[in-house]
Structure formats: C-alpha cells, structure tokens
T-cell receptor, first 116, second 113 residues
Framework: GAGVSQSPSNKVTEKGKDVELRCDPI?????LYWYRQSLGQGLEFLIY????????KSGLPSDRFSAERTGGSVSTLTIQRTQQEDSAVYLC??????????????FGPGTRLTVL | DQQVKQNSPSLSVQEGRISILNCDYT??????FLWYKKYPAEGPTFLISISSIKDKNEDGRFTVFLNKSAKHLSLHIVPSQPGDSAVYFC????????????FGKGTKLTVNP
C-alpha cells in the first residue's frame, strides 16, 4: 500500500514569507506526527495528533508554527513569517496506535525547507 | 538536555563483520525503544524495536539489546553488508510507543566492501 507522502519535496522561500507543508498519512493510521531535522541534528518533535484528542503541541518552537489535521487524515504544517533558522527537513510520520505493531511510526520522505 | 544520546557520530566496519551501534538514554519513563535507518534524501525507515520488558529482540541480521539498569541499548548487525551503510537513529518513547519519539543525533555507518 501507499506510504506517507509529503509535498512539496523542496521549498525555497524568502525570509518573512509564510509556507505550508502537507502530509498524507497511511490510510487507517490514527496518529500523525511532525518532526524536523536541522543540519547535523537528530529529529526534533514538533506536534502530535491522535484521533479526536487535542494535539500535543509541546514541541512547536514558536507561535509562528501551527498545524492542523482535517478529517483525521491530511495534515498541514504552517510556518508564518519564516526565519532563516527555520531551514530544515520537515518530516511527517503516522502510526496505528493501539495495534499489535507497538506504534511504530512510518515516515514520509520529508520537505526540505530553505529560507533565504 | 539531550535525553537520547548517540555518542559516536560515525562508525566504519568491513563487510561481513559485526556492526555495533550504541545509544544511551536518561529518562526512566521511556519504555519503548526503536532503531531507524535513514538514507540521504529519504525519510527514516523503521528497523527494529524493543519494549522495556525485554532485554533482547532479534530480527534476521539485526539484534537490539537493552540494559535498563545502565539505560543503554545497542544495535548489532551481523554480518554487515555494504547496503547497510546509512545513518542509524536511536529513538525512545513513553507509554509503549504511543507518544512522541525522542531521537538521538544519529550514527553514520559505513560498511566497506
């Protein structure tokens, strides 16, 4: 079946502009996560959606970052007034929480964001 | 404060030999541990996991060992193959993996033919 897909694969923007990154999770997965990986760093948790529960936003670095998940499926991560330090690869993952798999998260290919 | 640490940024081994990647953690609430492999320009791929109720989990050439008292886990790959060359991330989670993952910075493994 189809894996997690993300679009665009690459995004170059100017400082101060807003960007939207999209994630299509694996069908049937109840949980969706956003992470980012800056150069030379590990993956940094941003936000987590699980079913109809309130999202865990504890990883969002500032109020310029927001995300929504519509209909329990597709998610959009929005970064307003982008800064150069926002440049990173933004990764989306999904998992089926509560199943026998133990909740392994399956990742998309990522969106490489470059803020000039 | 880094809760998951991979102290070796790189490791080089010969094809056919054993690769051992190490990971340390500090948060005693972690009860589920995973290893992911990442190739350039791709997302991480799940490799193997272990629950804190176990001390070993094996899947083919890959074995993960967990030492809870030392808060240490390791991934053994044997025999190593050139296709195993990638960056390996250790990750940890609370509540059986249903929570967010906390990742280490990764170890770049190079397997030389």
């Amino acid at each position: 079946g189809a894996g997690v897909s993300q679009s665009p694969s690459n995004k170059v923007t100017e400082k101060g502009k807003d960007v939207e990154l999209r994630c299509d999770p694996i069908s049937g997965h109840t949980a969706l996560y956003w992470y980012r990986q800056s150069l030379g760093q590990g993956l940094e948790f941003l936000i987590y959606f699980q079913g109809n529960s309130a999202p865990d936003k504890s990883g969002l670095p500032s109020d310029r970052f927001s995300a929504e998940r519509t209909g329990g499926s597709v998610s959009t991560l929005t970064i307003q007034r982008t800064q150069q330090e926002d440049s990173a690869v933004y990764l989306c993952a999904s998992s089926f929480v509560g199943g026998a798999t133990g909740g392994e998260q399956f990742f998309g290919p990522g969106t490489r964001l470059t803020v000039l | 404060d880094q809760q998951v640490k991979q102290n070796s940024p790189s490791l080089s081994v010969q094809e056919g030999r054993i690769s051992i990647l190490n990971c340390d953690y500090t948060n005693s609430m972690f009860d589920y541990f995973l290893w992911y492999k990442k190739y350039p320009a791709e997302g991480p791929t799940f490799l193997i996991s272990i629950s804190s109720i176990k001390d070993k989990n094996e899947d083919g050439r890959f074995t993960v060992f967990l030492n809870k008292s030392a808060k240490h886990l390791s991934l053994h790959i044997v025999p190593s193959q050139p296709g195993d060359s990638a960056v390996y991330f250790c990750a940890a989670s609370a509540q059986g993996g249903s929570e967010k993952l906390v990742f280490g910075k990764g170890t770049k493994l190079t397997v030389n033919p």
